[in-house]
């Protein structure tokens, strides 16, 4: 079964220095890859997707993601962070050839952004 | 265009009642979704209807049903609640026109906070 690891609970950035959420996937082929964003006491939204294609993807908000399919990667970037950027993030992933099994999401990290 | 809401925003149940969460979508998707949201532990996926007329079990159904009453309302339901059902739930919904469903960005409802006492 395809499984998503956040290794990082919590990072604590200060505002203008760059970020990286790191995410890893396990599952025998490329699976499509999500990144979501959910503010306090919100519900998530979308930053960003891969598909296919360009393995740099860009996002909302300024947010970058890149698939690496050697280290089983789809880490999240942004190179100067704002106070507002302070959320819960989840990568998230789905299988290609499954029908409808179910999207599998990480543990979330928690970013926090300091001045 | 309200996406996906959800009611009640809060509920307190006592050990053993049971109580509907709503959920309804205006953007004409297919496939809905319910996920309750604990600390440490991510989304986990409670049932889904991939279209109007169908429901399926996720990762942690026991305790739960659903019904999808029409094309934009799928409510979950919590027949005798327990203080392991304490927990805040996700409504979701998405497009999936004919393709795999969990290709389609999931759009998320605000959540329901409920507490289990």
């Known amino acids: 079964a395809q499984s998503v690891t956040q290794p990082d609970i919590h990072i604590t950035v200060s505002e203008g220095a760059s970020l990286e959420l790191r995410c890893n996937y396990s599952?025998?082929?490329?699976?499509?890859l999500f990144w979501y964003v959910q503010s306090p006491g919100q519900g998530l939204q979308l930053l960003l997707k891969?598909?296919?294609?360009?393995?740099l993807v860009q996002g909302i908000k300024g947010f970058e993601a890149e698939f690496k399919r050697s280290q089983s990667s789809f880490n999240l970037r942004k190179p100067s962070v704002h106070w507002s950027d302070a959320a819960e993030y989840f990568c998230?992933?789905?299988?290609?050839?499954?029908?409808?099994?179910?999207?599998?999401f990480g543990k979330g990290t928690r970013l926090s952004v300091i001045a | 265009n309200a996406g996906v809401t959800q009611t009640p925003k809060f509920q307190v149940l006592k050990t053993g009642q049971s109580m509907t969460l709503q959920c309804a979508q205006d953007?004409?998707?297919?496939?809905m979704y319910w996920y309750r949201q604990d600390p440490g532990m991510g989304l986990r996926l409670i049932y889904y209807?991939?279209?109007?007329?169908?429901?399926d079990k996720g990762e942690v159904p026991n305790g739960y049903n659903v019904s999808r009453l029409n094309k934009r309302e799928f409510s979950l339901r919590l027949e005798s609640a327990a203080p392991s059902q304490t927990s805040v739930y996700f409504c979701?919904?998405?497009?999936?026109?004919?393709?795999?469903?969990?290709?389609?960005?999931?759009?998320f409802g605000p959540g329901t906070r409920l507490l289990v006492l």
């Open positions: 979701a919904s998405s497009e999936a026109r004919g393709r795999t469903t969990y290709q389609e960005t999931q759009y």
């Open positions: 599952y025998g082929a490329t699976p499509y």
């Open positions: 891969y598909f296919s294609g360009d393995t």
């Open positions: 998230a992933v789905a299988e290609r050839f499954s029908g409808n099994t179910p999207l599998v």
């Open positions: 953007m004409n998707h297919n496939s």
């Open positions: 209807s991939a279209s109007e007329g169908t429901t």
